[in-house]
């Protein structure tokens, strides 16, 4: 399909579900007055999704709200109107607007952790919903029909998770029963903002193939809040792009990446890095609303270690182990191991990106916080250039730690808000003894500041005063400040808009070209990790199951779990919309528990090519089942973790597909199969 509504969805004569026409919000602020969104157009029909995308700021959110009638004081509806079905929602009366949410209008919101109430079982919210919507069903039918959504919305085994709690559940399955909540009234429209922001590749895939369905099986209208344009090309059908309050382009699905006519959206679009985006050049920016390079500047050389020369790591961890031991309480009964790294070897040179990737639960952030010393490993061993640091203490450590310092995910959350932007930057110094004299720590943090990009006027100023781009340059000014010989970077762009994120990326790159400093880049934006790093580790439930150079790992990966990672990434790109109505390209169900994982090789219940997938070449595949895979060579520099490594190197002929990708394709049922 490339592009319009989905087959057996076009309802042209019935008119649009929604129509929005001429919409002023406005907000009354301590500053003045706010036009957040200023004269906009849009409509949805029956199985249509819409995409609406833009940078934070942009107006999309209150857009969304407005679809439902929920902008709250101090914000205002000040012109336009909002029509359900031809009826306006703003000349309602409050109790019959009400009675349109979650019955025929309802909404997923980007957090499902701040939507979802912690100490109720996730049965019980859903059955809530059930009867607010349908008081007369009986407790027998409730109870049925929150297991139907709970399958609708692909939650495994929804007999047993009926009774569990959020904390539970993995992001993924807490946003898909947000989609359950939201379809318990059986809606006509569905408004979901940001609700793949926060999730891994493959979790992404699985939660976009529940809204597909949603169109396709039950003619359910979606508008799409987000500022991912690979989402937008593996979903939606059309797309207004919003700027400033204001609707600046409005195309077709893959119209809108073929012949994209304002500068803004193809800044939004060129600034996003694919698998195929060249790693010798910058990543284009947006500013001011246009792109700000045509052109980007080419990459500056990162200072390595000669050829050959037998340099040591600037820091290095082997056999790294993290279990934690964990009481089942009353609720849950028991006890157990939780294996968050289970015997992970990393190493990052002078001046070498080293990516870390993996789906959430992967133990990435608990590898990262070993390398920090942030936690102590149950086993292996931590060195800073060669020398050990596992176990040091006291002065010790904070030596260490001026050697490798951390940026994490929440910049926001890591700076201490009371305190102000100069009181931050001085800290670290003060703490290692840096600059005793407070007039040299004041133009250190001047300096910093330049460093990143950022104003010295700003010193006085708290973190609350802004953006979530500024706030990442400040938390990166931070760990500079101590000059670090290695970063720790755990998921540091992922909360950001893609133009934001650009511009960090490029500045990291800058201050690495410049400092000769190692970096270790956490993420799950497979694309980024290939653009931006120079070697890769794909972890997989605490271990490590593929590594090498990024471009190898990435184009032509030797393990299956690495291939569903790549194949799960969404493109933004007119070829998507053609695999938009096929099943999500991701492994089979939810990751085993890291407090029983399988024995053999962990990822066998998930792999395409394993033995559950293979029946009819089943043979010697049950070795995935009672052997574990060794971490292995298999050419100079890459190493798998998979007895099949071999069959998947012939496969890949050491050559990606052309649009690279891996080329591991999907079969007619959906299952992920495909012949050697």
């Not at 349908?134 to 029909?145: H, I, K, Q, S």
């Not at 998930?606 to 293979?614: K, V």
Request: proline residues 8%; charged residues 25%; hydrophobic residues 40%.
């Amino acid at each position: 399909m490339t592009g319009g509504t989905r087959p057996g969805t076009d309802r042209a004569g019935e008119g649009p579900l929604i129509e929005v026409s001429g919409l002023h919000v406005g907000f009354a602020t301590a500053s003045g007055h706010v036009r957040a969104v200023r004269g906009v157009d849009l409509e949805v029909r029956a199985g249509e999704t819409l995409g609406v995308v833009g940078e934070s700021g942009s107006g999309k959110t209150v857009t969304a709200l407005s679809l439902l009638g929920e902008v709250r004081a101090p914000g205002r509806v000040e012109a336009g109107t909002v029509r359900y079905r031809g009826r306006d929602l703003f000349a309602m009366a409050e109790r019959e607007r009400a009675a349109l949410r979650g019955s025929r209008i309802s909404m997923v919101f980007q957090d499902p952790m701040n939507s979802l109430d912690p100490v109720m079982r996730v049965g019980h919210q859903l059955g809530e919903t059930i009867r607010l919507h349908r008081p007369g069903l009986g407790r027998a039918a409730v109870r049925a029909r929150a297991l139907e959504l709970m399958r609708l919305v692909g939650i495994p085994d929804p007999e047993r998770r009926f009774a569990d709690y959020p904390f539970a559940f993995s992001g993924g399955m807490r946003q898909r029963m947000m989609i359950a909540l939201a379809m318990s009234g059986e809606p006509e429209v569905l408004v979901a903002d940001e609700p793949t922001t926060a999730l891994d590749v493959t979790v992404q895939a699985q939660v976009l193939d529940v809204f597909a369905r949603l169109g396709r099986e039950f003619s359910t209208a979606i508008v799409l809040v987000t500022h991912n344009f690979g989402v937008v090309a593996r979903l939606c059908d059309r797309v207004i792009v919003m700027h400033e309050g204001r609707v600046v382009e409005r195309a077709g699905v893959p119209e809108v990446f073929t012949g994209a006519r304002h500068p803004y959206t193809r800044g939004l679009i060129a600034c996003v890095p694919r698998m195929t985006t060249p790693r010798d050049r910058g990543l284009p920016v947006v500013v001011d609303g246009a792109l700000g390079e045509e052109a980007p500047a080419p990459r500056a050389p990162r200072p390595r270690a000669a050829p050959g020369a037998a340099a040591v790591p600037a820091l290095r961890g082997t056999g790294l182990v993290k279990h934690h031991r964990v009481r089942g309480g009353l609720l849950r009964g028991g006890a157990g191991v939780v294996r968050s790294v289970d015997g992970v070897d990393v190493e990052v040179a002078p001046g070498e990106s080293l990516g870390i990737v993996g789906e959430s639960g992967c133990g990435k952030s608990s590898l990262a916080r070993l390398l920090v010393r942030a936690d102590e490993p149950t086993a292996g061993r931590v060195e800073a250039d060669g020398a050990e640091v596992t176990g040091r203490s006291g002065r010790g450590l904070r030596e260490f730690r001026r050697t490798v310092q951390m940026i994490f995910q929440d910049p926001l959350a890591s700076l201490n808000g009371r305190m102000s932007i100069g009181a931050l930057l001085e800290e670290p110094m003060i703490v290692h003894g840096l600059e005793p004299d407070r007039a040299a720590r004041r133009k250190r943090c001047g300096e910093l500041l330049a460093a990143v990009g950022l104003p010295d006027d700003i010193l006085d100023r708290r973190p609350r005063q802004f953006s979530g781009g500024q706030l990442q340059r400040i938390a990166i000014a931070r760990a500079l400040a101590v000059d670090p010989r290695v970063l720790v970077c755990d998921e540091p762009v992922s909360s950001l808009d893609v133009s934001l994120q650009a511009q960090v990326v490029n500045l990291l790159d800058a201050l690495q070209a410049e400092r000769g400093m190692g970096y270790v880049f956490i993420s799950h934006d497979v694309s980024l990790v290939r653009y931006f790093t120079d070697r890769v580790v794909v972890m997989y439930l605490g271990t490590a199951v593929e590594s090498g150079p990024s471009p190898d790992v990435l184009d032509a990966p030797l393990h299956p779990y690495t291939r569903t990672l790549v194949d799960s990434v969404p493109e933004p790109g007119p070829s998507a919309a053609e695999r938009r109505d096929g099943p999500a390209p991701a492994p089979v169900g939810e990751p085993p528990s890291p407090l029983d994982p399988p024995g053999g090789c962990r990822f066998h219940p998930r792999c395409p090519i394993g033995p559950a997938f293979r029946d009819r070449e089943a043979e010697g595949r049950e070795r995935c089942v009672s052997e574990a895979p060794p971490l292995r060579e298999i050419r100079p520099g890459r190493t798998t973790a998979c007895h099949f490594a071999e069959e998947l190197l012939g496969e890949s002929g050491d050559e990606a597909d052309g649009d690279g990708k891996s080329g591991m394709g999907e079969s007619e049922d959906g299952s992920g199969e495909r012949d050697a």
